[in-house]
């Protein structure tokens, strides 16, 4: 087992590789809208899967997957020569599903707002269903309340009370 940070560092290495040979050593037409965005390695460095983008439609994502498939071998003889391993690893070309993945966020980010534009608009003309105030106190306004006006008898200590002279018996 290979440590994981030169998994890591192999994987960054085989991304530039493959992405320069597809630009220069690779002259098929259906890989020149490809753009390789990532590339993983297992930790024992046997396998690495390169996954990519592809600008254009359905046909020219099947396209450029099946180019890659062709360029397979010649892609990893170039990644032999470039890397220092005792073994060349395999590689496996996997779409990239991220830009896809991002497009239904973005969709999604656009839905979300424009339901809260309509729940703004909504609360901006609501009104209460009952009292503006639930909290009413049945005090009027101008009358004030001095600690005079409330007895020790309203409170409810008494109970609390009669507990305490249970307990001193």
Do not use: C, W
């Not at 690893?89 to 991220?98: C, G, K, M, N, S």
């Not at 339901?115 to 609360?123: G, I, T, Y």
Request: net charge negative; glycine share 4%; hydrophobic share 40%.
């Amino acid at each position: 087992m290979a440590d994981p940070a030169r998994a890591a560092k192999l994987a960054q290495r085989i991304k530039v590789v493959v992405a320069e040979a597809l630009g220069r050593r690779v002259k098929d037409p259906r890989l020149e809208g490809v753009t390789v965005t990532d590339a993983r390695v297992t930790n024992d460095l046997q396998h690495a899967t390169v996954y990519y983008t592809v600008f254009g439609d359905e046909v020219a994502q099947a396209d450029a997957a099946k180019g890659l498939e062709k360029a397979k071998g010649v892609l990893r003889q170039e990644v032999g020569r470039s890397i220092t391993v005792r073994l060349t690893p395999t590689l496996e070309f996997v779409a990239d599903q991220i830009p896809v993945v991002a497009s239904n966020l973005e969709q999604l980010l656009r839905e979300a707002k424009k339901r809260d534009a309509e729940v703004a608009a909504l609360a901006a003309s609501a009104k209460h269903a009952g009292d503006a105030d639930p909290y009413k106190s049945d005090v009027p306004d101008d009358v004030e309340l001095d600690e005079d006006d409330f007895d020790e008898e309203d409170t409810d200590l008494s109970d609390n009370d009669a507990i305490d002279e249970d307990r001193n018996k």
